[in-house]
């Protein structure tokens, strides 16, 4: 049974850092597109950053404007990811939610219907 689980969500002050982190389970995900998205309230979720194999063999990073230059995503073997947050700010208020999915099909790696496994979030707090 495949499984996701996020860890290290928290309440931190705006202009600090959060670590977040998914692992999985129940198969190898190591040529799976592992991606974060999140969800702030009374709002559509939405892509934060993607790693994903490539034909070259290696692995591609990607990420919405909005946090481009202050998160970074990383594999941590090969069934978990990270996600780095740096200079925070109160906008990235959400619960995050770390998808896993092993083709993109005819949706792009930052469309949510891409992706065949979730996790239950883990919520991030950043105080102004």
């Known amino acids: 049974q495949v499984q996701l689980v996020e860890s290290g969500g928290g309440l931190v002050q705006a202009g600090g850092s959060l670590r977040l982190s998914c692992q999985a389970s129940?198969?190898?995900?190591?040529?799976?597109?592992m991606g974060w998205f999140r969800q702030a309230p009374g709002k559509e979720r939405e892509f934060v950053a993607v790693t994903r194999w490539t034909a070259e063999r290696t692995y591609y990073a990607d990420y919405a404007e909005s946090v481009k230059g202050r998160f970074t995503i990383g594999r941590d073997g090969e069934n978990a990811v990270l996600l780095q947050m740096n200079s925070v700010k109160p906008e990235d208020t959400a619960v995050y939610y770390c998808?896993?999915?092993?083709?993109?099909?005819?949706?792009?790696?930052?469309?949510?219907?891409?992706?065949?496994?979730w996790g239950q979030g883990t919520q991030v707090t950043v105080s102004s």
């Open positions: 129940g198969r190898t995900f190591s040529h799976y597109a």
């Open positions: 998808g896993a999915t092993s083709r993109v099909g005819s949706y792009g790696f930052g469309d949510q219907m891409a992706y065949d496994y």
